[in-house]
């Protein structure tokens, strides 16, 4: 009877044992769980703290372009400033160009720095006209009137007093100045009328008086000129038809 009592007691120990084991082992396992969680939020931490590693990363081309954008802002500047300064060298250029011109004082018309054409016209009749043109580098100007020598004569013919211009002319390089010669009448009223076939023609200084430089000696005709006592020439005029109106 003793045996049986102490038998039941010791199954009722061994399954206390197995009870408190079985518990022993459910505490263990809940234990491990919310460790693993806590492993899964730092791992989930550690790319959000990774972030603004990558944000700095992002920055720095930031940085660079903006250091290119001020590069290329100061270049274009330099451009700019550089563009500017040349129209200033541009613009001190033209004075220099000019002093060349301004320099060319005039000087008179003769033989050396023209060159003297002398034709027969139709209209006037008994016209010839004296054409002058600037040969010279530098603007001429033609004095009065002509001095015309026909032939062996010794004195000029008179001038046209009415055809007097109102300002000297001024021939250009390349420009022209004329004179009208009268021959002589058209109604032969003029006497001591006679055949010439050289002519000089010789140019006036400023007062009018004077003959500077040497004469000219234009062609005339092979056939000559007739000419007579009524001859008269005109002031230089600058264009061809204040010279032959008279």
Request: charged share 15%; proline share 7%; net charge negative.
């Amino acid at each position: 009877m003793s045996d049986l009592r102490t038998s039941r007691t010791r199954l009722a120990g061994a399954a206390a044992t197995a009870v408190l084991a079985a518990l022993s082992l459910t505490a263990c396992d809940d234990g491990t769980g919310a460790q693993d969680e806590g492993a899964a939020t730092t791992a989930s931490a550690s790319p959000s703290s990774g972030a603004p590693s990558s944000g700095t990363g992002s920055n720095s081309p930031d940085a660079t372009d903006g250091s290119a954008d001020s590069s290329n802002s100061t270049g274009a500047t330099g451009a700019k400033d550089s563009s500017a300064s040349k129209p200033a060298a541009t613009d001190s250029t033209p004075p220099a160009s000019k002093a060349p011109s301004s320099s060319g004082k005039p000087v008179t018309c003769e033989a050396s720095n023209t060159k003297t054409v002398a034709a027969l016209l139709n209209r006037p009749v008994n016209h010839m006209l004296l054409t002058v043109t600037n040969t010279g580098g530098r603007s001429c100007h033609l004095y009065g009137y002509p001095a015309v020598r026909f032939g062996e004569a010794q004195a000029v013919p008179p001038v046209i007093e009415e055809s007097q211009p109102q300002a000297v002319v001024t021939l250009k390089p390349g420009e022209s100045g004329y004179a009208s010669v009268s021959l002589s009448a058209t109604d032969g009223s003029g006497s001591n009328g006679h055949t010439v076939k050289s002519l000089a023609v010789y140019f006036r200084g400023p007062s009018g008086n004077e003959s500077v430089g040497r004469g000219a000696h234009p062609a005339l005709p092979a056939q000559g000129v007739h000419v007579d006592d009524s001859l008269k020439v005109t002031y230089w005029q600058q264009s061809m038809d204040d010279a032959i109106i008279w």
